[in-house]
């Protein structure tokens, strides 16, 4: 078993932050920032590493119970692991139910470092069978988005629960979103309302969808109140 020593982890919450695991050059302060001794490495295939990157599910078993007690994790960490497919690393934080509980991408020089390692390692196996919540997690992408640009996405991503939920609210949003909808939808039921809305709104991110999701939120309070200062000015990065 090969190790990682002595490196920093920016902790994401995985089930709130499915895909908002921050690159180290995003790191912030007041985020989730602590410096580990050392961790496992397992070199993975690239569809797992795929999959760990956007699952809330349970994993199959990283570590065997003989792997596991030969590390010594800090006392507020049931297991920790580093999964790295010679491209990319990602620590985990894993419960003991097998649900990955945090995520922290690595610095710049232990990236380089895991990477270089996977060099020389064998592929771990593992199988594995990705489920319907896997399928949905995956709607929205967050790919080549700026830190400010994914936290205001994620917040759109969840608002569309709750529009979801209000009687013609998705008809009202899909005309103001592109009043050529009209027409076309307004004897469409609020199911097929909401899936054109949600499909538009979930893909890609522009000034547009910045300015749908002010103006959404409006409505739920909830929502609005996430919209915090920083997160509205465009120097937030």
């Known amino acids: ?11 994401s919450k995985s089930e709130d932050n499915i895909q908002l695991v921050y690159e180290d050059f995003e790191w912030k302060q007041g985020d989730k920032i602590y410096q580990l001794n050392q961790a496992p ?4 295939e690239t569809s797992f590493m795929d999959w760990i990157e956007t699952t809330t599910n349970e994993l199959p078993p990283l570590l065997t119970e003989e792997e596991k007690r030969a590390c010594r994790f800090p006392a507020h960490i049931h297991m920790l692991v580093v999964l ?3 491209e990319r690393a990602l620590a985990l934080n894993v419960a003991e139910n097998e649900k990955i509980l945090y995520k922290s991408k690595l610095m710049g020089a232990i990236l380089y ?3 270089s390692m996977a060099k020389t390692m064998n592929t771990k196996l ?3 069978v990705k489920q319907k919540s896997d399928m949905q997690k995956q709607v929205t992408s967050y790919t080549g988005l700026t830190r400010r640009e994914k936290e205001l996405k994620q917040i759109l991503h969840n608002l569309l629960d709750a529009v979801e939920e209000t009687s013609h609210a998705a008809f009202y ?3 103001e979103w592109d009043a050529s909808y009209y027409e076309g939808f307004r004897h469409a039921s609020d199911n097929v309302a909401f899936a054109e809305l949600k499909s538009q709104l979930t893909t890609g991110w522009s000034k547009k969808h910045e300015n749908m999701l ?5 409505a739920y309070p909830f929502f609005k109140n996430m919209l915090t200062p920083e997160k509205r000015s465009a120097d937030y990065k």
């Open 1 to 11: 078993m090969r190790m990682l020593y002595n490196f920093w982890v920016n902790w």
């Open 41 to 44: 490495i397992l070199k993975v």
């Open 84 to 86: 790295t497919d010679g």
């Open 113 to 115: 470092q895991a990477t």
């Open 126 to 128: 593992f199988h594995w």
């Open 173 to 175: 949003y899909l005309v």
């Open 214 to 218: 002010m103006l959404m939120a409006n």
